[in-house]
C-alpha cells in the first residue's frame, strides 16, 4: 500500500512564529487532505488540495503532485493552533493517514 | 447542512460483551469509512462502505468485527465480544465520492472494562 510520511513528528513553536510542515507519500494519489485534530480529538478539515495551493487565513497548503509532496504553512502561529496534524491520501479505495506532526504552540 | 453524526460519544464495555457504534454520514454523501485510533497514534483505516455494499474491508480484524451501512440508517460498525485491546477512538468519515473531500465525525471512544 501506498506509504505517507510526516516530518518532523515533534514542532515546538513560539507564539507569533511561522513554520512548515511536510507530507511525502509514495505513489500518485486522487485526493490529498489536511486535518487539524485539536486536544480534545476532533478533526477539522483544513484543506482539501490534490494539486496546487490554497490559503485559509494563517494556513496555506501547496501539493506538487508530480513529485508526490505536499507543505502546510502556519504563518503567525496562535496557541489554539496546537495539535496534531495529519496528511491523508486515497488511494486504493481508502484514505490513507501519516503518523502526524504534534505542534505545540507556547505563549 | 448537519456534519458526520456518530453515537454514542462514550461506551463503556464489559470485556466479552458487543458494542455496536453508529454514524449517519452528511446528507447526500454514500460514501462511508470506519477508522481507529490508539492513544498517541494515527489513524487506521478499518472498512471502506457504499450504501449496501462494503468496497474494501482489508483493515478490519478478521474475527469479531463487522460492518454495514444499509439502504435505510446509519452505518454500524459492530464490535463481539470485546476485549481490552479493542480500547479506542473509532472514527466515522463520509464523502460524497471515493477521492472526494472526507468529513469526519466526532468519534465514539470506547472503553473496555
Known amino acids: 500500500g501506498i506509504q505517507v510520511e510526516q516530518s518532523p513528528p515533534d514542532l515546538i513553536l513560539q507564539e507569533g512564529a511561522n513554520s512548515t510542515l511536510r507530507c511525502n507519500f509514495s505513489?500518485?494519489?486522487?485526493?490529498l487532505q489536511w486535518f487539524h485534530q485539536n486536544p480534545w480529538g476532533q478533526l477539522i478539515n483544513l484543506f482539501y488540495i490534490p494539486s496546487g495551493t490554497k490559503q485559509n487565513g494563517r494556513l496555506s497548503a501547496t501539493t506538487v503532485a508530480t513529485e508526490r509532496y505536499s507543505l502546510l504553512y502556519i504563518s503567525s502561529s496562535q496557541t489554539t493552533d496546537s495539535g496534531v496534524y495529519f496528511c491523508?491520501?486515497?488511494?486504493?479505495?481508502?484514505?490513507?493517514f501519516g503518523a502526524g506532526t504534534t505542534v505545540t504552540v507556547r505563549a | 447542512n448537519a456534519g458526520v453524526m456518530q453515537n454514542p460519544r462514550h461506551l463503556v464495555r464489559r470485556r466479552g460483551q458487543e458494542a455496536r457504534l453508529r454514524c449517519s454520514p452528511m446528507k447526500g454523501h454514500s460514501h462511508v469509512y470506519w477508522y481507529r485510533q490508539l492513544p498517541e497514534e494515527g489513524l487506521k483505516f478499518m472498512v471502506y462502505l457504499q450504501k449496501e455494499n462494503i468496497i474494501d474491508e482489508s483493515g478490519m480484524p478478521k474475527e469479531r468485527f463487522s460492518a454495514e451501512f444499509p439502504k435505510e440508517g446509519p452505518s454500524i460498525l459492530r464490535i463481539q465480544q470485546v476485549v481490552r485491546g479493542d480500547s479506542a477512538a473509532y472514527f466515522c468519515?463520509?464523502?460524497?465520492w471515493g477521492p472526494g473531500e472526507a468529513f469526519f465525525g466526532q468519534g465514539t471512544r470506547l472503553t473496555v472494562v
Open positions: 491523508a491520501v486515497f488511494s486504493d479505495y481508502k484514505l490513507s
Open positions: 468519515a463520509s464523502s460524497p
Open positions: 505513489d500518485s494519489v486522487n485526493n
